[in-house]
């Protein structure tokens, strides 16, 4: 029996790999999330994680505030959580001879390339959210051999208990169509989605087929889209009628982080996972919301 760690169990991606692994008998699963470690304070991850011999560590961890990341303080916490704290993890996983996964960001490119980027594209961040993400890239490289780095984006599913969580982008839009009859979304920034649970299981399939270690893209297929036309696909499929969705440029959106405007991840090494309205539809049934053919 292989013993896995899961760092980050309780954000919006950490349940659905605890889901996966617990459910299959060949692993004892281990899930923490703050307080049990704080991934930012070295001590506490070599204390913590040395004593525990995983064979598999999996950071889901993160600081995703992308706008607050601008702020001095915000950046601070960033780097710490972002950065550094994935190099320590990195560090222990090599003590231990034991595989990491780490997870990254689309925003760690500039969204300049409008054909998108592959694994070997230099990231070159325009946010300091994605310079964050970016150190925590190098972090988990200068320390260990034996990794997968997954980028991913716009990441969605069930929410997660934790009381600090970010709302999905589907769950912000379906609670907003319960109270307005006009909604504004960007229609520049083209892009594609990640659903929870098909991240799980890719992850878990990099591990047991032993693929090389690496970066990797992993995101739902589909044509990409921008939050307008995402928008447009969840209230046809969720069957709500009657609001006007309004497309808008970034600049009528006043954010402090800029985003990138072209940040379509191309996958060179993997089987494509499905489309994502196909896993919206999944995601909007186990939600509770009854789909347009379903
Ligand atoms: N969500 C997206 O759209 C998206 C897009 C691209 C990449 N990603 C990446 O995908 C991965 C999973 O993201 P997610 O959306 O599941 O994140 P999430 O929902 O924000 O969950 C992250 C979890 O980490 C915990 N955490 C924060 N600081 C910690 C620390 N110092 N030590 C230990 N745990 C700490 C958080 O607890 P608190 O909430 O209490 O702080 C939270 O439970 C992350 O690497 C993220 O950067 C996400």
Known sequence: MKKILIIGAMGLLGPELNRIFSSDSSYAVTG?????????????????????????????????AVDKAEEPEGFELAKRINGYGPGYIAKAANKLGALLVQYSTDYVFDGEKREGYDETSTPSPISRYGES??????????????????????????????PNAKKSFFETMLALAKTQDVIKAVDDELSNFTYAPDLAKRTKYLIEEGMPFGIYHITNEGAPVTWYGAAKILFELAGIKGIKIVPVAQEEFPRPARRPKYSILINTKLEPLRRWPEALKEFLEDYGVKTSSG
Request: aromatic share 10%; no cysteine; charged share 25%.
């Open 32 to 64: 923490w999330d703050m307080p049990d470690i704080d991934i930012g304070d070295e001590a506490s991850v070599m204390e913590k994680v040395l004593p525990l011999k995983p064979d598999i560590i999996i950071n889901a961890a993160a600081y995703n």
């Open 133 to 162: 993400k970016y150190l925590g890239e190098i972090e988990v490289m200068k320390n260990t051999d034996r990794y997968y780095l997954i980028r991913l984006q716009k990441l969605f599913g069930m929410p997660s208990h934790n």
